[in-house]
Antibody, heavy 118, light 109 residues
Framework: QVQLVQSGAEVKKPGASVKVSCKASGYTFTSYHMHWVRQAPGQGLEWMGIINPSGGSPTYAQKLQGRVTMTRDTSTSTVYMELSSLRSEDTAVYYC???????????WGQGALVTVSS | QSALTQPASMSGSPGQSITISCTGTSSDVGGYNYVSWYQQHPGKAPQLMIYDVTNRPSGVSNRFSGSKSGNTASLTISGLQAEDEADYYCSSYTTTTWVFGGGTKLTVL
């Protein structure tokens, strides 16, 4: 069965960086793109970007351009999302979500809470 | 990219039907048949309920259905059940990126 297992919760200070991982299993890792979506406390979902595990340049949401970097490691079937210059507004649960090949997100990780606080 | 517009909250009684709207523009909802809907219970990850405007993934109840007219997509839940109480989000593809709606909190009275 498809599983996306994310790294644990993090607490970071403003200005720092955070790197969240998402390990995929149960399917061919390189056959499906992966998205990152975040959700601030009590707020809605925000699309952050998409990466092709087979290679090529990720596509990022314009709002996060310059601060977000998505990478992948095919040897471990893991994708990573790194966000730099953290501010309090970046406090959120960060999800990885598999692209269904039908312009939607069919499997989601359990989420990773990132708290930015001085 | 602005978020798609959804009603903040809706409510219905068990057995009733409700329809949640999702309004965008010709650049997203109106421009592609790539609208999807997600159900999210408190503290849980979202779950895909509808994709490509009208299609249900395997395992999703046929009480859930989707449609679209112009720049507005809709999710209809028929025969409301207590377990349907959750937050619902629409999403649309829009020229290499994706956008979500602000979410609708559905209360089953």
């Amino acid at each position: 069965q498809v599983q996306l297992v994310q790294s644990g919760a993090e607490v970071k200070k403003p200005g720092a960086s955070v790197k969240v991982s998402c390990k995929a299993s149960g399917y061919t890792f390189t056959s499906y793109h992966m998205h990152w979506v975040r959700q601030a406390p009590g707020q809605g979902l925000e699309w952050m970007g998409i990466i092709n595990p087979s290679g090529g340049s990720p596509t990022y949401a314009q709002k996060l351009q310059g601060r977000v970097t998505m990478t992948r490691d095919t040897s471990t079937s893991t994708v990573y999302m790194e966000l730099s210059s953290l501010r309090s507004e970046d406090t959120a649960v960060y999800y990885c979500a598999r692209d269904s090949r039908r312009w939607s997100f069919d499997y989601w990780g359990q989420g990773a809470l990132v708290t930015v606080s001085s | 990219q602005s978020a798609l517009t959804q009603p903040a909250s809706m409510s219905g009684s068990p057995g009733q039907s409700i329809t949640i709207s999702c309004t965008g523009t010709s650049s997203d909802v109106g421009g592609y048949n790539y609208v999807s809907w997600y159900q999210q219970h408190p503290g849980k990850a979202p779950q895909l309920m509808i994709y490509d405007v009208t299609n249900r993934p395997s395992g999703v109840s046929n009480r859930f259905s989707g449609s679209k007219s112009g720049n507005t997509a809709s999710l209809t839940i028929s025969g409301l059940q207590a377990e349907d109480e959750a937050d619902y989000y629409c999403s649309s593809y829009t020229t290499t990126t994706w956008v979500f709606g602000g979410g609708t909190k559905l209360t089953v009275l």
